[in-house]
């Protein structure tokens, strides 16, 4: 497990042209209107789709933000990656612990990425009804605090939505 004291890389300088967003677009769902990020470059499971920094703090979750930790909320550096889209079958993982957006498996060029936002976030600010249409779907989704373990634990999660299912689960049982 990693110390709770790591160090969170930070965005320093007022340079927004994200050049860590290479191999990256928004497009738009052309059924649905909605935007979404896709990879230009094939990339293979458990590499990196993209570094990561937090280019701010919140201590509380917005829409836009990514759980990294208890009452620790970032905003994404390259702030293209906030187009991420939810899938209950997700093809990318925001791996708070290495501060990389990992492909789960192979990823084709021209692929949306989508990931699961529970496998970060404990508690979501505006929990939603899923439609991605896969197998699995879990419906509405509002967070890890809900789900059970035998549902996380099919997906690959930070360790800090570990430990706090097992702190949930836990308490549950005594
Ligand atoms: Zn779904």
């Known amino acids: 497990m990693q110390n709770e004291a ?8 007022e ?26 470059l094939d990339v293979q499971k458990g590499g990196t789709v993209s570094p990561f920094l937090s280019k701010e703090l919140l201590d509380r979750p917005t829409y836009l933000t ?15 990656l906030q187009y991420t889209n939810h899938g209950c079958d997700p093809n990318v993982f925001f791996n ?11 990823i ?12 970060t976030e404990w508690r979501m600010d505006q929990p939603f009804s899923c439609a991605c249409g896969s197998i699995g779907c ?7 605090y809900n789900l059970p373990a035998e ?11 570990k430990r706090m299912i097992q702190e949930r689960d836990l308490r549950a049982t005594r």
Do not use: C
């Open 66 to 80: 990514v759980q990294a930790g208890k009452g620790q909320h970032i905003l994404l550096q390259p702030t293209i």
């Open 138 to 144: 879990r419906g509405v989704i509002s967070g890890a």
């Open 15 to 40: 340079n927004n042209s994200d050049p860590l967003s290479i191999g990256l677009e928004v497009k738009v769902d052309p059924l649905t209107g909605m935007k979404g990020l896709y990879t230009t």
């Open 96 to 106: 708070t612990d290495e501060w990389r957006l990992e492909a789960l498996r192979d």
């Open 151 to 161: 549902v996380i634990s099919g997906y690959k999660v930070t360790t800090f939505i």
């Open 108 to 119: 084709k060029a021209g692929e949306e990425l989508r990931y699961f936002y529970p496998a």
């Open 6 to 13: 790591n160090s969170m890389p930070a965005a320093t300088g």
